[in-house]
């Protein structure tokens, strides 16, 4: 294999701010990079690159961390194109439609499953996303969440255990019985498939968990050894951002409807991150992941990303690809949209789609690109970064296979 330096780069973004500009985003214009084991193992200016056994020249492109898609439910089968057009014509989203893609996802084989799966993941690739968590949440039962996480894991590391998705309709007059299935044997089956756990929480509604529920299952994947993160405030404010933050979720998603003590918890949340002059957590906080495909793609108001930085919330963007509320997988629409729509700055919305998803994932080896971070390299193809956002809709980033 040897050493690879790529160069003819026109504008390289390092989410390190000890390079380049000094901004968060590290800008560094002409530079190049060096990739070896496929680590990085050098940046800078392409006058002072050092010699490699191999060489890849971008002619002008520029290069960006690979993105990180914090969010994503992509173990499904099934099709609900027709409860989109519904929803174009006024109805409301509920989370209803999850029982539909469950008997899908059910009824497929396995590989079926697997291979819908890295459909999505090289989807995503194509389009400059290098890392992506991958949810269950449409199996239900032990047999098919177990599925679900077995088959995720042959894509990604980043597997999450969602069995508290929604209350299977089989089990609506029994919910009990379902907390007691999803805290007792169905997550002793998971856990060994699964880095993270995962709950819909809303105030009480049929679909989802409500703040004492989703305390019950978030405490009982913490005890059998897994990580947290919460689907919290996505249909009405509720108890999942402060139960995020109190019990130490690394990421909290959605985030879209919010009361003041919400937005101090957030605050906090990202205080505890503690990051330090290069970006890198020392603590153990909280992120904020707003999911903007989603109020797309269900025509809702979308998070007030403005009133979250404000407070001092650190914000990850992720796409919530699934085959209900959103069924996109591209970040550059993400980043687009939170630059159309929430006002965020490109730069802004760049590191959150990045160092902010990395964060989001309590990795510090992706998101940024300095020396010892894996060599997820994206390419846009454009003088400058900016046009993530200034072009929406046109296909210029892309993953670099070395
Ligand atoms: O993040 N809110 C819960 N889960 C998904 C939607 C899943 C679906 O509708 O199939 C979400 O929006
Ligand atoms: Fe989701």
């Not at 193992?41 to 060489?55: E, L």
């Not at 980043?158 to 309709?169: D, K, M």
């Not at 994932?361 to 300095?370: K, N």
């Not at 894996?374 to 846009?380: G, K, P, S, W, Y």
Request: glycine share 10%; proline share 5%.
């Amino acid at each position: 294999m040897g050493s690879t330096l790529v160069t003819g780069i026109a504008e390289l973004v390092t989410n390190d701010p000890t390079t380049g500009d000094g901004s968060p985003l590290g800008l560094i214009t002409k530079a190049a990079v060096v990739v070896a084991e496929g680590r990085i193992a050098w940046v800078g200016s392409a006058a002072a690159a050092p010699a490699t056994d191999h060489r890849t020249d971008l002619g002008g492109q520029s290069v960006v961390p690979g993105f990180v898609d914090s969010h994503a439910h992509l173990m499904f089968a099934g099709d609900r194109s027709a409860e989109f057009a519904a929803r174009m014509a006024g109805q409301p989203y509920t989370g209803g439609g999850i029982a539909t893609t469950v008997a899908a996802t059910r009824a497929a084989t396995d590989q079926e499953l697997l291979a819908h799966l890295r459909l999505l993941v090289a989807e995503m690739r194509a389009q400059g996303t290098t890392t992506v968590e991958v949810k269950s949440g449409y199996g239900l039962d032990v047999e098919h969440e177990v599925r679900s996480l077995r088959l995720a894991g042959q894509v990604t590391e980043e597997t999450t255990f969602l069995g508290a998705h929604v209350v299977p309709a089989d089990f609506a007059d029994r919910r009990d019985e379902y907390l007691a299935l999803v805290t007792g044997e169905m997550l002793t089956a998971c856990a060994p498939y699964a880095r993270w756990a995962d709950v819909f929480c809303e105030p009480a509604s049929a679909h989802s968990f409500d703040g004492a529920e989703s305390r019950a299952v978030l405490t009982a994947a913490a005890a059998a050894g897994l990580e947290l993160r919460v689907h919290g405030n996505q249909l009405s404010a509720g108890p999942g951002v402060q139960l995020a933050v109190e019990l130490g979720a690394a990421s909290v998603d959605h985030c879209t409807y919010l009361t003041d003590p919400d937005v101090d918890a957030l605050a906090a949340g990202g205080k505890a991150l503690a990051l330090d002059a290069a970006g890198t957590a020392t603590g153990r906080g909280t992120v904020a992941t707003l999911l903007p495909g989603v109020e797309f793609s269900t025509r809702s108001p979308y998070p007030d990303a403005r009133r979250l930085l404000g407070a001092g919330a650190v914000l990850a963007l992720a796409t919530d690809c699934n085959p209900g509320s959103c069924f996109t997988s591209s970040m550059p629409l993400m980043i687009a949209l939170a630059v159309r729509e929430m006002r965020m700055t490109p730069a802004e919305a760049l590191w959150a789609a990045t160092a902010g998803g990395a964060l989001a994932l309590r990795r510090t080896d992706i998101g940024r690109l300095t020396v010892g971070d894996r060599a997820d390299l994206t390419v846009i193809d454009a003088p400058s970064y900016l046009h993530l956002a200034y072009r929406p809709g046109v296909p210029l980033a892309h993953a670099l296979d070395l």
